[in-house]
């Protein structure tokens, strides 16, 4: 008989499953990578924060407001900020509720599951009866059609789980920034520790939804339903971005016979890992807004190296994106290890093999995307 215990895998992307064995990441590690993955987010960490504030805003305060022209401006209203709306200097709110919708689409974990029950219904029926209780048109076209404000609902705890999982993630980045100014992280798997520490540490962070109406609150996700960060919006999220998205218009072709969309969500490879960033600044194309936006924060360290680049800031923004996409491969790194079934560092025989078809499986879903890319 062929002993096969100690038989090599061959796997096309063996090497990074070896990095991630002994607990490196999936970026290789150098100066240059440090410094753009800590800049760079430093400058994610910035606009997430408020990305989550208007998100979170919006669920609070602009649930089942069916025109919602000043949902952007998180309360606060001034001809001084409409002049700046209108001209666009502004955050570009849009991208984050793209995620969210992209989110929602895709499912997936306890928030997802949660919509879809009884229990969820019940409360949205109480919040939708409060809300128009004086407005029997609203309750006349609620029993007439008894899905379509729960569903507007449904939207708004995406908005909600969205913008308290970001909040998490902004504290990270900019606190990873802090660190690194203060000369305490200096590599790249220092950079992924700290975010899978991070991500630990709120895993059981509860995931909570309550609107008020007339001073009265109503709960639509109470902490009864046993929500958390990690499982229920971290991981989804994780898997709607990073990995399926959605197709960009204008890159592919949306009809049907030209079968460049996969019919099943499941195969979708749209999401960050995987997107080309030259595209980066045509139109259709989601996250130039999320470019456009960090460029106003870049710290003066990572914007100096953009600025000596051979075409200097007249591709900054794929530039950006460039450097986004090697700090994603950082915190799925992040991700990929704190969902580890074993420790790294296991000296179980059975614990190591678990945690080798753990890693394959992830490099299966790497294949086609820009791992190989981002460590040129």
Sequence with gaps: ????????????????????????????????????????????????????????????????????????????????????????????????????????????????????????????????????????????INNLFPDFLIEQLRVSAYYSGLGQFWRVMADIFLSLSDLYDQGKIKSIPEVVEHIKAGLVKDALRPITYDVKIGGKVYDIIPKSVGLKFLPDTAVPYVEAVFFRGTPFLGTVSLNAQAYQVPPDQARFQYGALYADPLPIGGAGIPPTLLMQDMRHYLPDYLHKIYKRS????????????????????????????????YPVDTKDQSEQTANRVYLEKWMDRFKTSRLLEVNE
């Design 310 to 341: 051979l075409r200097g800031e007249d591709d900054l923004r794929v530039q950006i994106c460039m450097s986004f996409q090697k700090s994603m491969f950082c915190v799925t790194s992040a991700a990929i290890l704190g969902l580890m079934p």
């Design 1 to 140: 008989m062929v002993n096969t215990k100690n038989k090599p895998v061959d796997h096309p992307l063996n090497e990074f499953i070896q990095r991630l064995q002994t607990g490196q990441a999936l970026l290789k590690d150098s100066p240059e990578n440090v410094l753009e993955v800590v800049g760079i987010l430093k400058s994610y960490g910035v606009v997430l924060d408020a990305y989550s504030q208007n998100l979170i805003y919006i669920a609070e305060h602009q649930f089942l407001v069916f025109f919602p022209f000043f949902k952007y401006f998180n309360g606060k209203v001034s001809l001084s900020q409409l002049l700046h709306h209108w001209w666009h200097d502004r955050i570009n709110f849009e991208y984050a509720e793209y995620c969210m919708k992209t989110m929602m689409w895709h499912g997936g974990g306890g928030l997802d599951n949660y919509l879809d029950s009884k229990e969820f219904a019940e409360r949205a029926e109480a919040v939708i009866a409060a809300k128009f209780k004086h407005n029997p048109l609203m309750l006349g």
